[in-house]
Nanobody
Framework: QVQLVESGGGLVQAGESLRLSCSASGRTYSSYFMGWFRQAPGKEREFVAAISRITDGTYYADSVKGRFTISRDSAKNTVYLQMNSLKPEDTAVYYC?????????????????WGQGTQVTVSS
């Protein structure tokens, strides 16, 4: 089992920045691929970004490319999502997720473990 805990959400104005953190515990060696998803009110959960623990390769949704950066600190078993130039449409609950294979994916069904989510609200 892998436990994921997100933190760092909050209320910001458009154009500002936030950094989300996802702390992993348990069988973290099995979480080869880490991702961030988000779900806005009335919408389906969508892929935001992901990073491979094996290659450090990163993947982004087109809507956040150039504004968001995913990174990880292996010593702390933590994955970060730096969000810059935030827009009102970035408002959502952000979830951290872990995939137990080395293969990349943007599909939420491919991720076995999920955090409880952290709210990000961007005002205009």
């Amino acid at each position: 089992q892998v436990q994921l805990v997100e933190s760092g959400g909050g209320l910001v104005q458009a154009g500002e920045s936030l950094r989300l953190s996802c702390s992993a515990s348990g069988r973290t060696y099995s979480s080869y691929f880490m991702g961030w998803f988000r779900q806005a009110p009335g919408k389906e959960r969508e892929f935001v970004a992901a990073i491979s623990r094996i290659t450090d390769g990163t993947y982004y949704a087109d809507s956040v490319k150039g504004r968001f950066t995913i990174s990880r600190d292996s010593a702390k078993n933590t994955v970060y999502l730096q969000m810059n130039s935030l827009k009102p449409e970035d408002t959502a609950v952000y979830y951290c997720a872990a995939r137990t294979t080395i293969w990349s994916s943007r599909q939420e069904n491919d991720f076995a473990y999920w955090g409880q989510g952290t709210q990000v609200t961007v005002s205009s």
